[in-house]
């Protein structure tokens, strides 16, 4: 009787939930600097809009 595949099975479910704890937040971290950067990018407003917008009424 060998134990064999269990012992590579679960060091193989330990590993894959290793890298999934070590990589998760840091595609949440590039997510979410991401998603500020363009939200920024989005509110900042070019230089003469403002008066462009007036001059429109």
């Known amino acids: 009787m060998s134990y064999l595949p269990y012992v590579i ?8 939930a290793f890298l999934w704890d070590f990589l998760a937040p840091r595609l949440q971290v ?13 509110e900042r407003k ?11 009424r």
């Open 46 to 56: 070019p230089a003469g809009s403002d008066r462009a917008a007036e001059l429109s």
């Open 30 to 42: 590039r997510r979410e600097l991401r998603a500020v950067r363009l939200r920024a990018r989005r």
């Open 9 to 16: 099975g679960a060091y193989a479910v330990f590993v894959a």
